[in-house]
């Protein structure tokens, strides 16, 4: 028997407790399609309205013109399901368990807390003059005053747009821009594995960045107390201007289409979009998924290893379990600081029930073996969550036996940036498990496999995955142009959204994922563009042209693997290499370091100039054999060169 066909039946234990069992998931799912406006007005309830939606769904996927509307009548806050509603029955619950990088270092923060201090900073932003409709820009580090300052934009409908606090001012700069953003949240600096990141000298370099005038002010956290450069009349302490603030602060009364948030994520062409959602849909979304796929039960631990920096962080770690009265745990620091121990720690020291990580999390520590997991118990874990990218087999095992001590379910999560919330996971009551599978659909969401003329395919299967109809929590655009978001997610076939995923359909419907089909990189679990990183080496005055492909790498999943054609004249060092990789990760940071360069000196193109990269993967997965046609390229012998000479032997 392969991997591939191994099941993990329904648990007993979990089936017995859990909210949806076999049959309901049918039933639920069917009522989901065939009368989505009663299933989502249903749903709805599940939060707090000023005023409750009467129209439901006007949706439609027309690439002359996508409108994508829910709930549009309804109006609402985000921050009072997050936290008013909880405050009669849980107010002295804890809602964030705050695990810093060193781990002596942890807090609680209960709901009433981060009620008061929400509306605390939410009253700041309106003296610097912030309002409805403003962007805020969040560049944090993993700190509780992360989601309060979410949190905070909600309250007084400003729409927030956090940067992963490992992007280079470069990348800061470009999404300050973008999105008009007129002020920053940071931090003086971050702390991880026991590094500091200058987060506040980075937003400094960022904003002498031509197009961030846009930018009036800086709010600056002191996290570490290191040394900062000061701007007076911009930048504002943190903690003097927030702790004068009264504790209670009007929510602002949104239309369920307002904008929540921006958050900018990877094409495979041209700079990072920025994906606008909107409040009331993707509330509903986070939180029903949060419930049902994680099974999260009253009182439990949960915890999301993700960074509120990507999508992950904003739906899991944040808004869903948030809405949901549940107690979520943020942590600072690595997985792999103080020691490998360390996740396992975390999960004793704070009785964690359920556990939501990446393939490559899980990979790093697999290297080190069995014993790395033997300075804990984790007896507390209940659940094993899996998001990012394809989970192996072979890790989704080593998963399962060695930190859920072979008894907790693992959901493998798959979705998008774009999609908001989970679209394909199990519902641990109710589906049987195959490792490497994502399983079945979420409630509403309707996956389809085309081919590439874009007919549907039937039965068991390989395709191009799409999803025939809207979902609440989908982003409704691209910040400022609807166009670029119909021609990227609606032109290609039409009537359709297209992920930009490959996947495979077995015999029993289950779904599992293959990876992208577009010029996306999943380096370990992140988004990565590859014309971004080319158009970053470029700009290198060394560099004539730069093709990216990913590679097979053991623990990242993909690796970054760059052909560089140099330009005349110029020497081929090891010393250009080491310069050329800290350009890029200067350029764009560190998540974007190149793996592997080998000089180039041609690229394979088409007689029309359309570089093959399809031939520059397979050589850079050293699949030279099943090379293919190269019959239509302009110079097949320079493949011959870039054969000889492959970088990784
Ligand atoms: C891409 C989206 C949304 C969470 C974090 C990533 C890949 C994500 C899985 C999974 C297989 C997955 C896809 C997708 N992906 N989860 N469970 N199985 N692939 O969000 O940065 O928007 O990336 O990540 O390729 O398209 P993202």
Not at 463 to 468: E, F, K, M, P
Request: proline fraction near 5%; glycine fraction near 10%; aromatic fraction near 8%.
């Amino acid at each position: 028997m392969t991997d591939q066909q191994k099941v993990y039946p329904v648990r007993d234990d979990i089936a017995a407790n859990a909210w949806i069992d076999r049959e309901k998931y049918q039933a639920m799912y069917q009522q989901s399609v065939d009368d989505p406006e009663g299933f989502w007005a249903e749903q709805a309830k599940r939060i707090d309205w000023f005023k409750a939606p009467t129209k439901i769904k006007h949706t439609t996927f027309d690439p002359h013109n996508v409108d994508i509307r829910w709930f549009e009548d309804g109006t609402l806050n985000a921050s009072v399901s997050c936290l008013d509603r909880h405050l009669e029955k849980r107010g002295d619950q804890t809602a964030i368990i705050w695990e810093g990088d060193d781990p002596t270092d942890s807090k609680h923060v209960s709901y009433r807390e981060l009620h008061a201090k929400t509306c605390q900073l939410a009253n700041a932003l309106k003296e610097l003059g912030v309002g409805k409709g403003d962007v805020v820009t969040l560049y944090m580090p993993m700190i509780p005053e992360a989601a309060v300052a979410m949190l905070a934009c909600a309250r007084i409908g400003a729409v927030h747009s956090v940067v992963f606090g490992g992007f280079s001012p470069d990348a800061l700069a470009q999404r300050i821009i973008g999105a008009d953003s007129k002020l920053v949240i940071t931090a003086d600096e971050s702390v991880r594995g026991g590094k500091h990141v200058p987060l506040k000298d980075n937003v400094d370099a960022a904003l002498t960045r031509k197009g961030t005038e846009v930018c009036e002010n800086v709010l600056v956290v002191k996290r570490t107390g290191g040394e900062i450069e000061w701007k007076e009349g911009r930048d504002v302490w943190y903690h003097d201007l927030v702790d004068k603030q009264a504790t209670d602060c009007p929510a602002e009364e949104m239309n369920a289409e307002d904008p929540l948030f921006i958050l900018y994520t990877s094409g495979s062409t041209g700079a990072p979009k920025g994906l606008k959602h909107t409040t009331g849909g993707y509330l509903v979304y986070a939180s029903l998924t949060h419930q049902y796929i994680f099974d999260y039960q009253d009182g439990e631990v949960y915890w999301c290893t993700a960074d509120v920096g990507w999508v992950t962080g904003h739906s899991y770690i944040v808004y869903g379990p948030l809405a949901n009265g549940a107690t979520t745990l943020m942590f600072e620091g690595v997985p792999s600081y103080p020691s490998h121990g360390r996740m396992g720690e975390v999960v004793d020291k704070h009785n964690v029930a359920i556990l939501y990580t990446a393939p490559t999390a899980i990979r790093a520590l697999m290297a080190h073996g069995d014993g790395v997991m033997d300075s804990s118990k984790r007896d507390s874990l209940r659940l094993l969550g899996s998001v990012g990218e394809p989970i192996n087999p072979e890790a989704w095992e080593w998963y399962h036996r060695v930190i859920g001590n072979s008894k907790c379910p693992i959901v493998d999560t798959w979705w998008q940036t774009e999609t908001g919330g989970i679209m394909i996971a199990p519902l641990p009551g109710a589906m049987d498990l195959k490792p490497g599978s994502a399983t079945l659909p979420f409630f509403g969401v309707q996956p389809a496999l085309l081919d590439s003329e874009g007919n549907e395919l039937q039965g068991a299967v390989d395709g191009n995955l799409v999803i025939s109809d809207s979902w609440p929590g989908q982003a409704r655009s691209i910040w400022g142009d609807h166009d670029r978001f119909i021609q990227t997610y609606f032109s290609t076939y039409k009537g359709y959204y297209f992920t930009g995923d490959g996947c495979r359909r077995d015999e029993d419907g289950y779904y599992w994922i293959t990876g992208r089909v577009d010029d996306v990189l999943n380096v370990s679990g992140h988004r990565m563009g590859t014309a971004e990183i080319e158009s970053s080496l470029v700009a290198h005055e060394a560099v004539a042209e730069a093709a990216v492909v990913g590679f097979p790498h053991d623990i990242k999943g993909q690796g970054i693997y760059i052909y560089v054609t140099l330009g005349d004249g110029v020497e081929p060092t090891d010393e250009l290499k080491k310069e050329l990789t800290q350009w890029v990760r200067k350029d764009i940071g560190p998540i974007a370091s190149p793996d592997v360069i080998q000089w180039a000196p041609g690229l394979p193109k088409t007689r029309s100039g359309k570089i093959m990269r399809r031939i520059l993967r397979k050589i850079a997965a050293n699949e030279t054999d099943g090379l293919g046609d190269t019959s239509t390229l302009a110079d097949p012998s320079v493949v011959d060169d870039l054969i000889e000479n492959r970088a990784i032997k």
